[in-house]
């Protein structure tokens, strides 16, 4: 048998509503329920607004296939999920979109743009402070040498704050990488003046490039190997033990040097200057002046260099002792006598007797004849100058004259009124 099919007016348990009817009620519903934001428009809404028609005949409400969607996460009503389409579940509520990745990357980007900008501006101005700074006047209030020892820049930096140079290591160690980028050289250990007030960068200039202080030391003129090694021995910046020079091997004169020289090396200089020096001179000597060797040249000067003490009369004096030379006569210099008779060191605290006169000794030249054997000091250049160039004059004597100087004589007559001449006014005074 074929099934009946359902006729539209069969028998209900609920009495339909009509098509104008049921849209009208749902319009209502829906439209308070938008009042209230809890559901958004739906298609049924707006077919329902669309059939307002008192004069609907439909049977069956108008539904469209979308289901309407709630626009807040509320909870719905059941009657709201009864008439929700059978396509599926409800899609889940809209949510507000956040920021977008890129806005929010700008934003950092303009907040780490700024604080480079601001830290690059505080590292200039910091950098730039620091700059002028170190050309700056420093703290020293004078002149100061300080003694810039070995060790790196910690020992360099310590001695300098510790001397007044400088009063902010970092500052200072700071220049000192800083310049050193720039090819400026290492700093050099050494003793170094530093002048009053002298800026950071003054200091790196001198520690880099200045020459260290200059020690001097003299050997007077005439003075004897015994008296080179107590002046030496004396000095305070020098170091080592202080040898006894070959007597009349040195060349006195002013000899400079850095802390930390040698006494031996003192000698060794003197020694090559007297050597360089007498080898040129001796290559221009008067050839008439009788001698035959260089040192004999050295020894007659020693004694010419303590027989006078005006330079002047020096060419004077050599001549007379070449004269005597030459004629075979004894030289008679007291210089020689007191040599031998303060053992060597040339200075007598008292005067000669007759009985150093007579004193049998190698250096008494008023027993030998010529020269002695050896030099009695260390004759300068202006007394080898006069050996070498003496004065050309007959004189075979002199005496002193009571004023520092000399009467010179050619006979032993002349020499002996010089000499009464000497006591006259010995006594008179």
Not at 65 to 74: I, L
Not at 283 to 297: F, K, M, N, W
Not at 333 to 339: E, I, K, R
Not at 341 to 350: F, P
Request: net charge negative; charged share 20%; proline share 9%.
């Amino acid at each position: 048998m074929e099934p009946t099919p359902a006729s539209s007016s069969a028998p209900s348990d609920h009495t339909p509503l009509s098509a104008g009817d049921g849209a009208r009620a749902q319009n209502g519903d829906d439209q308070a329920a938008r009042r209230h934001g809890l559901v958004r428009p739906s298609a049924d809404t707006e077919a329902a607004s669309t059939h307002d028609g008192a004069g609907d005949d439909t049977d069956h409400p108008v539904m469209d296939e979308a289901s309407p969607q709630p626009v807040s996460g509320e909870a719905r009503s059941k009657s709201d999920w009864d008439d929700a389409s059978p396509a599926g579940p409800p899609s889940p509520p809209d949510q507000t979109r956040p920021s977008s990745p890129p806005a929010k990357r700008r934003h950092w980007r303009w907040w780490l743009g700024g604080g480079v900008a601001a830290l690059l501006a505080a590292v200039g101005g910091i950098a730039g402070y620091g700059w002028l700074t170190a050309y700056a006047d420093g703290p020293s209030e004078a002149r100061t040498i300080v003694v810039v020892p070995r060790g790196g820049l910690v020992h360099v930096t310590q001695a300098l704050r510790q001397a007044g140079i400088i009063d902010s290591p970092l500052l200072f160690r700071a220049a000192v990488e800083i310049t050193r980028w720039q090819g400026a050289g290492t700093l050099h250990a050494a003793e170094f003046e530093f002048p009053a007030h002298a800026s950071v960068m003054t200091v790196l200039h001198i520690l880099r490039t200045a020459r260290p202080v200059q020690h001097t030391i003299t050997l007077p003129e005439g003075i004897t190997a015994f008296r080179v090694a107590e002046i030496l021995s004396r000095d305070p910046v020098l170091t080592g033990d202080a040898p006894v020079p070959p007597e009349g091997s040195l060349l006195p004169q002013t000899y400079a040097f850095e802390r930390g020289a040698t006494r031996q090396q003192i000698v060794e200089r003197a020694t090559e200057a007297s050597r360089h020096w007498l080898e040129k001179a001796w290559q221009g000597r008067d050839r008439s002046i009788g001698l035959t060797s260089p040192e004999q040249a050295v020894i007659l000067a020693s004694i010419v260099e303590r027989e006078t003490a005006r330079p002047q009369e020096r060419p004077h004096v050599a001549a007379v002792f070449l004269n005597r030379l030459k004629h075979g006569m004894r030289l008679q210099a007291d210089s020689t006598l007191v040599y031998a008779a303060s053992g060597g060191s040339g200075q007598l605290e008292r005067p000669l007797s007759h009985a150093d006169l007579a004193f049998d000794e190698p250096y008494n030249t008023y027993r030998i004849h010529g020269l002695p054997p050896g030099p009695i000091g260390n004759p300068g250049q202006a007394a080898l100058e006069a050996v070498l160039h003496p004065l050309h004059s007959d004189d075979l004597y002199f005496v002193a004259d009571g004023n520092g100087g000399h009467n010179f004589a050619r006979d032993l007559g002349q020499h002996e009124a010089n000499v009464r001449k000497w006591r006259d006014g010995k006594k008179s005074r």
